[in-house]
């Protein structure tokens, strides 16, 4: 599935929900509230290369290959942007990732998240450039039954080819499907048994 322009550090780290990140995350959309930054724009190239979300790899359901009726819960894409530019003699491609962690008929209140990769991949050779995996994820609350997750990746970049990047090159993102399965419920409360007389 292809998906166009609707869509620290460590590897590991959480998708960070702060509000900052998460206003530039959604200014990617149309939807945030401007930054107030000056500066000066960067160059821009003709066409940004596309997003492409890799096969099966849109969501994460646990556990694997359950059916409709014994999910535990389920993370997904649901929307992804893209902003590129070109300095000196890279491309520099930023993504913003829009998701949601879903509780299914057996899930309960707890953090649930998974490693979703994201990559900038020639494609004459397919060889990868920036590929990482990023933890992402959701706290569903108690009383609720999805909650939203954002994701800023500005660090992608590969050596320029020509003006229409995206005859060149393509962003692939995909969750790691080995990743299922590694939610942490939040502990039920134990009931105290009353004192034996």
Do not use: H
């Not at 500066?39 to 409709?68: H, M, N, Y």
């Not at 490693?115 to 706290?139: I, P, S, W």
């Amino acid at each position: 599935m292809i998906v166009g322009a609707l869509l620290p550090g460590a590897p590991q780290a959480w998708a960070d929900d702060s509000e900052s990140t998460s206003n530039r995350v959604l200014q990617m959309f149309g939807l945030g509230r401007g930054s107030g930054d000056s500066s000066k724009p960067a160059p821009t190239l003709a066409e940004c290369p596309e997003i492409v979300v890799d096969g099966g790899g849109a969501e994460l359901r646990a556990p694997p290959g359950a059916d409709a009726s014994s999910v535990r819960y389920q993370i997904a894409v649901t929307r992804t942007a893209r902003e590129c530019a070109l300095e000196g003699n890279d491309i520099s491609v930023k993504v913003g990732i829009l998701g949601s962690a879903v509780l299914g008929p057996v899930g309960q209140p707890g953090a649930y998240y998974g490693n979703l990769r994201v990559a900038l991949r020639r494609k004459r050779d397919e060889q990868l450039f920036g590929a990482k995996d990023y933890r992402v994820g959701a706290d569903i609350p108690a009383g609720a039954a999805r909650a939203d997750f954002t994701l800023l990746v500005d660090t992608l970049e590969a050596p320029f080819i020509s003006q229409r990047a995206a005859e060149d090159y393509e962003v692939i993102v995909g969750f790691k499907q080995s990743g299922a399965d590694t939610a942490t419920p939040k502990p039920e409360k134990k009931r105290r048994k009353p004192a034996a007389e």
